[in-house]
Nanobody
Framework: QVQLVESGGGLVQAGGSLRLSCAASGGPVSSYYLGWFRQAPGKERELVGSISWTGTSLYYAAAVKGRFTISRDIAKNTVYLQMNSLKSDDTAVYYC????????????????WGQGTQVTVSS
């Protein structure tokens, strides 16, 4: 069973940056694909982007493309979400999750989840 722990959330002004981390442990993480999701109050959980552990596959949602960057450190079993040019619309709880198949965008298609980290962007 894979355990995921997010960190790095906080309060930032619009236009600022934050970097989230997702540390994975407890299982064969290299066989999974990792996704970053977010959920704003009253809204459905949505996929922000995803990455393969090899780094050869990357996906970004249109809303964040060009502003957010996903990367990974294999030695640390950690995946990062660098968020730049943050907007108030980016305010949400951010989660990392893993799935065994590439191309999945629905939260129900992911097998293991972290506890989430709050990101608040003030305007």
């Amino acid at each position: 069973q894979v355990q995921l722990v997010e960190s790095g959330g906080g309060l930032v002004q619009a236009g600022g940056s934050l970097r989230l981390s997702c540390a994975a442990s407890g299982g064969p993480v290299s066989s999974y694909y990792l996704g970053w999701f977010r959920q704003a109050p009253g809204k459905e959980r949505e996929l922000v982007g995803s990455i393969s552990w090899t780094g050869t596959s990357l996906y970004y949602a249109a809303a964040v493309k060009g502003r957010f960057t996903i990367s990974r450190d294999i030695a640390k079993n950690t995946v990062y979400l660098q968020m730049n040019s943050l907007k108030s619309d980016d305010t949400a709880v951010y989660y990392c999750a893993v799935t065994q198949d590439w191309g999945r965008s629905k939260s129900r298609q992911y097998d293991y989840w972290g506890q989430g980290t709050q990101v608040t962007v003030s305007s």
